[in-house]
């Protein structure tokens, strides 16, 4: 079995603040994705890696940077962080793309002030 | 364009009662996979169980069975002899397209409540 861990698991911003979100898998995958979770609302992908230094934008990309410089870790970068913000942002990782099911960390949660 | 449906915003059940949740998709592909997942209170999300569109038989995990209706775009989840720990959100989600660029649409999930 693997992990995946995302740091921190809280983080509290000032507006118009950059705050980067790290995430590592110990599972050996290739695929890792940020997603954005808003109280009461499903999944919104973010950005996605199918490989090491790899990035694809998903729905949700504009006002964030991500970063895929080894095979185990994902961050991401809030660029200008605002008050609509406030949400969890979960990390995931899966072997591939295609057919495999996802893996997920448990959160960090952004509360921007 | 591909879309999930999760209709159903909370349920309520007792404990040890069987009860099921649904879910419509939409996709252009002929082959797909549907999956369901799981997130507790903890916020940690957890796979489930999944159909791949091509397979007639209802897959069943534990239990956790599905009921697969093609015809319909239907996929819904059926929790038998629930207990008190299955108190969580359900999300079903759909990958389709191919390779790198299939997508993984998500539902905006069921919250099922189990009662002692």
């Known amino acids: 079995g693997g992990i995946i861990t995302q740091t921190p698991k809280f983080l509290i911003g000032q507006e118009g603040q950059k705050l980067t979100l790290k995430c590592q898998q110990n599972f050996n995958h290739d695929t890792m994705y940020w997603y954005r979770q808003d109280s009461g609302k499903g999944l919104r992908l973010i950005y996605y890696s199918i490989t090491e230094n790899d990035l694809q934008k998903g729905d949700l990309s504009e006002g964030y940077d991500a970063s895929r410089e080894k095979k185990s870790s994902f961050s991401l970068t809030v660029t200008s962080a605002q008050k609509n913000e406030m949400a969890v942002f979960l990390c995931a990782s899966s072997i591939e793309t295609s057919a495999e099911t996802l893996y997920f960390g448990s959160g960090t949660r952004l509360t921007v002030l | ?93 759909m990958r389709d397209g191919v390779g790198d660029n299939s997508k993984l649409i998500w539902g905006l999930g069921t919250s099922l409540v189990v009662n002692p």
């Open chain 2, 1 to 93: 364009a591909q879309k999930v449906t999760q209709t159903q915003t909370s349920i309520s059940v007792m404990e040890k009662t069987t009860v099921t949740m649904d879910c419509v998709y939409e996709t252009q592909d002929s082959s797909y996979f549907l999956f369901w997942y799981k997130q507790t209170a903890s916020g940690e999300i957890v796979f489930l169980i999944r159909q791949d569109s091509y397979k007639k038989e209802n897959a069943t995990v534990g239990h956790y069975s599905l009921n697969f209706q093609k015809p319909k775009s239907s996929i819904g989840l059926i929790i038998t002899a629930t207990q008190i720990e299955d108190s969580a959100v359900y999300f079903c989600a």
